[in-house]
């Protein structure tokens, strides 16, 4: 066979792909609860959001954050982290948190995250 024609990886290129496929999944695995978590305290405000504009008294919106959380799982924020904003013609309900996610020994991930019911 001639030499020119064969291409594919070396096994030293097969363990480098290899690695960096197993890091990405490592992070993409670890990343899932976060992303999963912000999406379920983005819905929920949204909702409140929508009860506020009724009338719904703050301290209600608080419980009922709370008991919808419980429901979702969501441990990083509860119904006191909320930022409850009504001086526009609509509710602005906030909250900002960060969530620390370990990797492999000593490196760890960092979100800074403020899921909000404000239209962008």
Known sequence: MNI??????????VLVV???????????FRTVPVVNEYMS??????ILADEADKGTPVLELRRSFDRRGQIDDVSSVSGADLVIDRTGPNTVIEAHYTRTVP?????????ELNPTSAIR
């Open 41 to 46: 305290i983005k819905r929920i405000i949204g």
């Open 103 to 111: 990797l492999v020994a000593n490196v760890s991930l960092l979100f």
């Open 4 to 13: 020119k024609s064969q291409r594919g990886l070396s096994l030293l290129g």
């Open 18 to 28: 290899g690695a960096l496929a197993a890091f990405v999944l490592i992070v993409g």
